[in-house]
């Protein structure tokens, strides 16, 4: 399974972080603190869903179709969170080796 990328120029980049920098961004999304926490609670909460649908299929109720959707969607929540570790792990070595 491959994670789609999204292509982003410089000149986009600059503009979003100059946004960011200059406080015109939007005050209803936070800073990114809070963003990486709701991101963090997504999939907590995604995972505590499916467990309470596999609860709820061992003790006889519930669909197993659901359960089989719910922990799927549990999964790729989870792979998606990784992927995004890595990439931002890379980044940081990334700097971190950069010529000073």
């Known amino acids: 399974m491959t994670i789609p990328t999204i292509a982003v120029s410089p000149m ?3 503009r979003a ?3 960011v920098a200059g406080g015109s961004g939007d005050a209803s999304s936070g800073g990114f603190a809070e963003t990486l926490g709701r991101a963090l609670q997504g999939i907590v909460g995604a995972g505590r869903e499916a467990d309470a649908q596999a609860l709820q299929a061992i003790t006889g109720g519930g669909n197993l179709t659901e359960v089989a959707t ?5 999964e790729l929540a ?3 969170a990784v992927a995004i570790r890595d990439k931002v792990v890379q980044a940081y070595q990334d700097i971190m080796r950069m010529p000073i």
């Open 70 to 74: 719910t922990v799927s969607r549990a």
């Open 17 to 19: 972080y100059a946004q």
């Open 12 to 14: 986009g980049a600059a």
């Open 78 to 80: 989870l792979q998606s």
